[in-house]
């Protein structure tokens, strides 16, 4: 069934795990996840960017959720990533989402708290719940300094503040995270700062806690795609122990879309650059679909711990 988060985030804090929210933005992508987490018994996140939503449009979205829903038991939170603004964060509460961010991330505190409240009254009087966002998450492009990177994450003092004032229901920190599939340099010791996430949970007390950029970028995958036609040296993502040490605490969401990228590509150029006769799409995005099912079972049995918890 279409679900919010709340029973999911809270049986998750108490069971010591993590639901999978991953990223979609065309059919195969829905199914490979859907079947995966359907056949494991997992509650699952769907999760759709505004440029997703630019993509694919709204409608074919919700109606290829919606299908999915129908293919497989389980509950799954339909929910808007990175929502800019309030008018799309209205814009997905009146059009079937259950779920949305509110990214106020890069606004100052009280900007943030004042665009985050509006939603969370919006959403609340339909029954959606809202995802709000502190502290700004690294990129490895951002040549930064030790004191710059630290005025980056997420300020525990801060956090307790914010979620009194706007009423989120769950909270997006930054503790060493990135988006992408560039995470850290080569050569560089991959760090998240759980003394940070302790902190905050010592404040946010049975507080549901969302981590954006997991993705842990699977070598395996990232050699098929080197070895098939590409380019994408130096990918590296957040090591798989970091995770599911996360998923054992306070995060109860765990954000993930690079590593389904990597398994669709690395699928599509296995095929093509093997088969240059191929010309079939259904060739090839087959073996890509199968690629983002075997990840987000891996992905659910190995790190998230949600198997079996629908
Ligand atoms: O956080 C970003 C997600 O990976 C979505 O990326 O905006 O390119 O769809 P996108
Ligand atoms: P990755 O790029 O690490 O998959 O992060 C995705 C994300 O945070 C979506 O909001
Ligand atoms: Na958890
Ligand atoms: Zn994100």
């Given at each position: 069934a279409l679900v919010t988060t709340t029973e999911m985030f809270k049986k998750a804090y108490e069971g010591g795990y993590a639901i999978g929210a991953f990223n979609v933005n065309n059919m195969e992508i829905v199914q490979g996840i859907t079947e995966a987490a359907g056949e494991l018994n997992s509650p699952l996140i769907l999760q759709v960017s505004a440029g997703a939503r630019k993509y694919a449009n709204h409608t074919y979205l919700v109606k290829l959720v919606e299908a999915a829903l129908i293919e497989n038991d389980i509950p799954i939170a339909l929910h808007l990533d990175?929502?800019?603004?309030f008018e799309i964060c209205k814009s997905c509460i009146d059009g079937g989402f259950t779920s949305v961010m509110?990214?106020?991330?890069?606004?100052s505190f009280e900007e943030n708290i004042e665009v985050t409240k509006k939603v969370v009254e919006y959403a609340h009087s339909k029954g959606v719940v809202v995802e709000g966002e502190l502290g700004q998450l690294a990129g490895v492009?951002?040549?930064?300094?030790v004191s710059a990177e630290d005025a980056k994450?997420?300020?525990?003092?801060e956090v307790e503040e914010f979620v009194d004032r706007t009423g989120v229901d769950s909270l997006a920190i930054a503790i060493g995270t990135s988006h992408g599939?560039?995470?850290?340099?080569?050569g560089q010791k991959p760090v998240l700062r759980f003394d940070i996430l302790e902190e905050i949970t010592k404040r946010l007390p049975n507080f549901p806690i969302v981590l954006h950029?997991?993705?842990?970028?699977s070598q395996e995958y990232v050699k098929i795609i080197q070895e098939n036609g590409g380019n994408l040296a130096d990918a590296i993502g957040i090591p798989e122990d970091m995770l599911r040490q996360a998923a054992r605490s306070a995060v109860c969401k765990i954000n993930i879309d690079s590593d389904l990228r990597l398994a669709m590509t690395a699928g599509v150029r296995q095929v093509l650059w093997n088969k240059?006769?191929?010309?079939?799409?259904r060739e090839y995005l087959k073996v890509g679909r199968q690629n983002v099912k075997d990840v987000v079972a891996h992905k659910i049995t190995e790190v998230l711990g949600s198997n079996g918890k629908a």
């Amino acid at each position: 069934a279409l679900v919010t988060t709340t029973e999911m985030f809270k049986k998750a804090y108490e069971g010591g795990y993590a639901i999978g929210a991953f990223n979609v933005n065309n059919m195969e992508i829905v199914q490979g996840i859907t079947e995966a987490a359907g056949e494991l018994n997992s509650p699952l996140i769907l999760q759709v960017s505004a440029g997703a939503r630019k993509y694919a449009n709204h409608t074919y979205l919700v109606k290829l959720v919606e299908a999915a829903l129908i293919e497989n038991d389980i509950p799954i939170a339909l929910h808007l990533d990175h929502g800019a603004d309030f008018e799309i964060c209205k814009s997905c509460i009146d059009g079937g989402f259950t779920s949305v961010m509110i990214d106020g991330s890069h606004h100052s505190f009280e900007e943030n708290i004042e665009v985050t409240k509006k939603v969370v009254e919006y959403a609340h009087s339909k029954g959606v719940v809202v995802e709000g966002e502190l502290g700004q998450l690294a990129g490895v492009e951002d040549d930064v300094n030790v004191s710059a990177e630290d005025a980056k994450y997420t300020h525990p003092d801060e956090v307790e503040e914010f979620v009194d004032r706007t009423g989120v229901d769950s909270l997006a920190i930054a503790i060493g995270t990135s988006h992408g599939a560039f995470k850290f340099k080569p050569g560089q010791k991959p760090v998240l700062r759980f003394d940070i996430l302790e902190e905050i949970t010592k404040r946010l007390p049975n507080f549901p806690i969302v981590l954006h950029g997991a993705s842990s970028v699977s070598q395996e995958y990232v050699k098929i795609i080197q070895e098939n036609g590409g380019n994408l040296a130096d990918a590296i993502g957040i090591p798989e122990d970091m995770l599911r040490q996360a998923a054992r605490s306070a995060v109860c969401k765990i954000n993930i879309d690079s590593d389904l990228r990597l398994a669709m590509t690395a699928g599509v150029r296995q095929v093509l650059w093997n088969k240059p006769e191929a010309f079939d799409p259904r060739e090839y995005l087959k073996v890509g679909r199968q690629n983002v099912k075997d990840v987000v079972a891996h992905k659910i049995t190995e790190v998230l711990g949600s198997n079996g918890k629908a």
